[in-house]
């Protein structure tokens, strides 16, 4: 046994991470590793590369008992993780960013250049990696940046390689190649990790499978012996508690309509809709392109073709202004960074987007903003000390219902909500559902996106899925989650 | 608290030292000496205000200072009256401002590289126009935008207070001001609510490019010359003047009261230096200082609050 985690537990805060995380993972084997969003996968194998410390449980590395304080150790040990965000020096070529830290080095702490090129030449030579060793790194695409990783790791003799999630940016043909060398490794001997949401994959690469849900490992055991159902039904597994429930409004005008949208990197195809009074829900696993279409469709990344409609109307957005002005609004994941001027005060936060509207003629009339103010602070209930208190002093939840309330003051008709229960707690998330309900009652259209799926689930009138940048399916409310993962994982033509 | 009043209060112990360090301090004429010889940079810096409040950063006001004064003093020395000469100054001023403007946000370069650049082509067309010659053929009447009193008050200290009445209002009572601060305190959240972005930075940029038009015609007044090489490290004072009173080069911070008091506080630095007998060369490393000291404490200060 190469690898083993016994009963391990993290908490974030308040939050439980993991609470019974186990998994055993044998050299010369690719072990699966599975789970919803937010099962826990990720912080187990952070725990493993030392970025993160467990609150409990036991890690046995090569049969003895370890803790690993910082990512350096593990890396020591024989640990290397593939980050889905490459974390090479962009600047730097290829052999220098396998080389990184450890370069060959002569006296007074020079690098001997030609001696390191030669050495990185004859790894990629060995292993026919499709990359030289003299290329920057910043011109590769994500996959030659993970080949780049897979190289580091061997180079440092690694016995374990852990992958998260490495194939959500990359094309059939490259995923292919990395499929290739991991399986090469896996002939020498090398154990790896492997966290992926696809199940094609899965059945491509894996030889043993692990599945988390809600912090703890529900099922390990070899892949050829389950089902994908069976897959899915351990991802699930347990009864949705509901936070919320609602029933829909009778749906009204077509607010919404995008036809044959291709955007950005990975968007193919799209096509949907959303009628006022409706919450739609837009499901989907880590990378299937769910943020890329909200970001899409407010001008944030390039539209290559398809039509956006709204309320009827060709809509032409190459900036997030176009989109506004088409009467679009999107409350972003990252409130600090996109939604709010946070060291600006609340009330000119809200003012932001419909300025003129408290501004004729350009000149700034403070009693309007004041009134403007306090009826929306009203409305949504936004606690506030004073019209002038500083953004950044705000909870997270009365922070997001003052990027709502912008919108509102904005008149827009169409709102993305991205990820809008992230980062708050539970009476907050309830507030939040309880205004999207109120905005469809008064005729707004919702696009909702969402890793959690039992919010989906409980909050949107039908959902969209995506994967892979695609619309893999519809489903109605009063679907399950069973159906929603078969579509997120594996498409509409799967058993 | 205090130390946000830290700039207000550095002032009046200066005033209050350099009254009892030296007689000659407190005269009518030392004093008015000392606003007229602020007002270039202060007006330079209200400007520089606006620029920095959303964001940005302007190099070449030291350039475009000299350029300004160069064209309205030619103006003048082809016949022109001496109103048309200061409005092709302002009108030089606006024009570079707007071409700064214009370029950061089109062309989408980071201001200071873009005014880095604009500092460099400016001062050599200025030379090239003038074939490095400084205009002395100015008329007379023309000193008194900067030597000339107004009911017994400096004329240049009333262009200084009614150029921050004017950036005062924009900043604090216009959309223009409000979009510079939402600009520039968070980019990315402007640029998500819409916020047209484009406009209202080359706006700012024009209206500093403006002011330090203006400022340009003020020091060729006091010169009675156009100076190609006028205004040279101009662009440093005026923007220490704003980081000295508070301003931010994050962005999104900065104040008129802050600017002038910035201004004035090494206004009197260098007086006080003169008075007192104290080297040029010291001056320049005291005013240094000052700047580094200046932001320390207002680091200091937003760390505390967090």
């Given at each position: 046994m190469l690898l083993a985690l016994r009963r391990i537990e993290k908490r974030f805060g308040g939050v439980v991470a993991l609470r019974d995380g186990n998994l055993a993972v044998e050299a010369g084997k690719v072990h699966l590793l599975l789970g919803e969003n937010g099962a826990g996968k990720s912080t187990l194998m952070k725990i493993v590369a030392g970025m993160i410390q467990p609150d409990g449980g036991e890690v046995i590395w090569q049969g003895r008992p370890v803790r690993f304080r910082r990512p350096s150790e593990a890396a020591a040990a024989g640990i290397a993780m593939v980050h889905q965000e490459s974390l090479l020096?962009?600047?730097?070529t290829v052999a220098e960013n396998i080389f990184l830290g450890r370069a060959p080095a002569a006296a007074?702490?020079?690098?001997?250049r030609r001696r390191m090129l030669e050495m990185a030449e004859s790894l990629i030579e060995e292993h026919r990696f499709?990359?030289?060793?003299?290329?920057?790194?910043?011109?590769?695409?994500p996959a030659g940046k993970q080949l780049v990783e897979i190289c580091r790791a061997i180079q440092r003799g690694s016995s374990l390689l852990v992958f998260?999630?490495?194939?959500?940016?990359?094309?059939e043909a490259e995923t292919r190649e990395v499929f290739r060398i991991v399986r090469a490794l896996r002939d020498r001997g090398v154990g790896t990790v492997y966290i992926t949401h696809r199940m094609e994959e899965l059945r491509a690469v894996g030889d043993q499978v692990t599945i988390l849900r809600d912090g703890a490992t529900v099922h390990s055991g070899?892949?050829?012996?389950?089902?994908n159902d069976e897959i899915i039904r351990h991802m699930v597994g347990r009864e949705v508690t509901a936070i919320y429930s609602r029933t829909p409004y009778p749906p009204g005008e077509e607010l919404l309509r995008v036809e044959g949208l291709n955007a950005g990197v990975l968007l193919r195809d799209i096509g949907f809709h959303v009628r006022a009074g409706e919450i739609v829900g837009l499901a989907g696993l880590v990378g299937a392109g769910r943020t890329e279409l909200c970001r899409a469709l407010f001008g944030l990344d390039p539209i290559h073709s398809g039509e956006i409609r709204i309320r009827g109307r060709q809509a032409r957005i190459r900036s997030p202004r176009d989109a506004v002005k088409a009467g679009l609004a999107l409350i972003p994941e990252d409130r600090q960074k996109?939604?709010?001027?946070?060291?600006?005060p609340v009330a000119q936060n809200l003012t932001m987007a419909n300025l003129p509207a408290v501004s004729p003629?350009?000149?700034?009339q403070r009693s309007a903003e004041r009134r403007a103010f306090a009826q929306y602070a009203e409305r949504l209930r936004i606690?506030?000390?004073?019209?002038?208190?500083?953004?950044?002093?705000?909870?997270g939840g009365t922070q997001q219902k003052v990027v709502i309330a912008k919108w509102l003051f904005r008149g827009a008709r169409v709102l993305l909500f991205d990820e809008?229960?992230?980062?708050?707690?539970v009476g907050a998330k309830r507030e939040v559902f309880e205004l999207m309900d109120g905005l469809a009652a008064d005729g707004a259209g919702i696009l909702m996106v969402s890793s959690e799926i039992p919010e989906l689930l409980q909050v949107a009138d039908r959902l969209v899925v995506m994967r892979q940048g695609r619309i893999s399916g519809e489903l109605p409310r009063g679907a399950n989650q069973e159906d929603l993962l078969r579509h997120a994982m594996v498409g509409e033509s799967a058993p | 608290m205090i130390q946000r009043l830290l700039p207000f209060l550095t002032l009046i112990a200066l005033f209050v030292g350099l009254s009892i360090a030296s007689?000659?301090?407190?005269?009518v004429v030392n004093l008015s000496s000392v606003v007229r010889q602020t007002a270039v940079i202060n007006i330079m810096a209200l400007g520089m205000t606006l620029v920095i409040v959303a964001g940005g950063i302007d190099l070449s006001v030291g350039s475009i200072l000299a350029m300004a004064g160069l064209l309205g003093t030619m103006a003048m020395a082809n016949g022109y009256s001496i109103l048309t000469g200061i409005a092709v100054g302002l009108a030089a001023g606006a024009f570079w401002g707007f071409v700064n403007g214009f370029l950061i946000t089109?062309?989408?370069?980071a201001p200071f590289i873009v005014t880095l650049g604009t500092m460099g082509i400016v001062r050599g067309l200025a030379l090239i126009i003038s074939n490095g010659l400084p205009v002395?053929?100015?008329?007379?009447?023309?000193s008194f935008l900067g030597d000339g009193e107004l009911f017994h008050v400096p004329f240049a200290l009333l262009l200084v207070l009614g150029a921050a009445l004017v950036v005062h209002v924009i900043l604090e009572h216009t959309r223009l001001g409000r979009y510079a601060f939402a600009i520039g305190s968070n980019p990315d959240a402007a640029l998500y609510a819409g916020v047209p972005i484009v406009f209202h930075m080359t706006a700012v940029y024009t209206i500093g490019g403006l002011l330090t038009g203006l400022a340009g015609m003020i020091e060729a007044s006091r010169l009675m010359t156009g100076q190609p090489?006028?205004?040279?490290t101009y662009e440093l004072l005026a923007i220490a003047a704003v980081v000295i009173g508070?301003?931010?080069?994050?962005?999104g911070e900065g104040s008129v009261i802050g600017t002038l008091i910035g201004g004035f506080i090494m206004g009197l630095l260098s007086n006080g230096s003169d008075l007192l007998g104290i080297s040029p060369y010291l001056q320049q490393a005291i005013i240094g200082a000052v700047i580094i000291l200046a932001v320390a404490v207002d680091e200091f200060r937003k760390r505390k609050i967090g």
């Open positions: 020096a962009p600047h730097l007074m702490g020079f690098v001997r499709p990359l030289q060793a003299s290329w920057r790194v910043e011109r590769l695409s998260d999630e490495p194939t959500s940016s990359l094309s070899d892949l050829a012996a389950i089902s996109h939604g709010l001027a946070t060291l600006l003629n350009g000149i700034l606690r506030a000390e004073s019209p002038r208190q500083i953004a950044a002093r705000l909870s809008p229960t992230r980062g708050i707690d | 007689p000659h301090f407190l005269t089109r062309l989408r370069i002395h053929d100015v008329p007379r009447g023309f090489t006028a205004g040279m508070g301003g931010s080069l994050r962005g």
